[in-house]
């Protein structure tokens, strides 16, 4: 299901290593207004932390949509993403942190959104992740 090649690091030159180890991948994600993201995957759980948050547009599963900042959680999480690109269309350069948890399946049923689930990860795993 998820090929090497279209990993976010071997594609898009807006994600860079923050950190690495067996655990855990966290990336800086900084897109430029009107930047549109080549095509790219995550396939490991993750939580993504926006620093400046953005305007974009999310290409997945054919469909287009359009997210606003004022709209947007400063977290979010999903289980993996499939194939897509990001387009910045806001005025301002989005910067934000892609945590991506190698060991843990994100078990969201029951909660509301990701704000839970961050607790949840702060309190149960987060200090498991770095050692």
């Known amino acids: 299901m998820w090929n090497d090649r279209e990993d976010a690091l071997a594609i898009e030159p ?22 549109l993201q080549a095509y790219h995957t995550h396939k490991w759980a993750g939580i993504l932390v926006d620093l400046v948050p953005l305007d974009f547009i999310l290409f997945t599963n054919g469909k287009e949509i359009l997210l606003s900042a004022t709209d947007n959680p400063v977290f979010s ?44 990860l702060n309190e149960f795993y987060f200090f498991d992740v770095f050692v």
């Open 14 to 35: 807006t994600h860079v290593v923050l950190i690495e180890n067996q655990k855990v991948r966290i990336l800086e994600v900084v897109l430029p207004p009107g930047y």
């Open 77 to 120: 999480h999903h289980e993996g993403q499939p194939l897509h690109p990001t387009k910045n269309i806001g005025d301002k350069t989005y910067i934000g942190l892609h945590i991506e948890v190698r060991f843990l399946k994100l078990a969201t049923e029951g909660l509301n959104l990701s704000c839970k689930f961050c607790v949840k």
